[in-house]
């Protein structure tokens, strides 16, 4: 309620109607992404062995296959410290649709 109250004083203030000045503060961001569609799927995922952690917080974010034109490339698996205590990892992978494979961004969860 306090916000709502401060955005019709603030037009009030300013000089615009509230339902212009809210309808600029809600408008949503826009979110652009390009994807790169390979026509070669990935090969198959190589098996690390995994080394010993540094720390018990650390979590392991497996290898993957990086699209290097006209090859994928492997990149090897690694520790990494999260921002934050108890985050997991989830993997990036290789999606496919009509228009080929493109891939998606590991995340912490």
């Known amino acids: 309620?306090?916000?709502?109250?401060?955005?019709?004083?603030?037009?009030?203030?300013?000089?615009?109607?509230l339902a212009l000045l809210s309808g600029l503060l809600?408008?949503?961001?826009?979110?652009?992404?390009?994807?790169v569609f390979v026509q070669i799927g990935p090969p198959p995922l190589v098996v690390e062995q995994r080394p010993l952690a540094p720390a018990g917080y650390y979590a392991w974010q497996p290898g993957y296959y990086r699209w290097d034109n006209p090859n994928y490339v492997w990149v090897h698996g690694a520790y990494v410290r999260p921002r934050y205590?108890?985050?997991?990892?989830?993997?990036?992978?290789?999606?496919?649709?009509?228009?080929?494979?493109?891939?998606?961004?590991g995340r912490w969860r």
């Open 26 to 35: 809600i408008t949503p961001i826009a979110e652009a992404r390009t994807r």
């Open 1 to 17: 309620m306090r916000t709502l109250s401060r955005m019709a004083a603030l037009a009030l203030l300013s000089g615009l109607p």
């Open 85 to 105: 205590h108890h985050r997991q990892w989830v993997s990036g992978r290789w999606m496919h649709e009509r228009h080929g494979y493109y891939w998606v961004d």
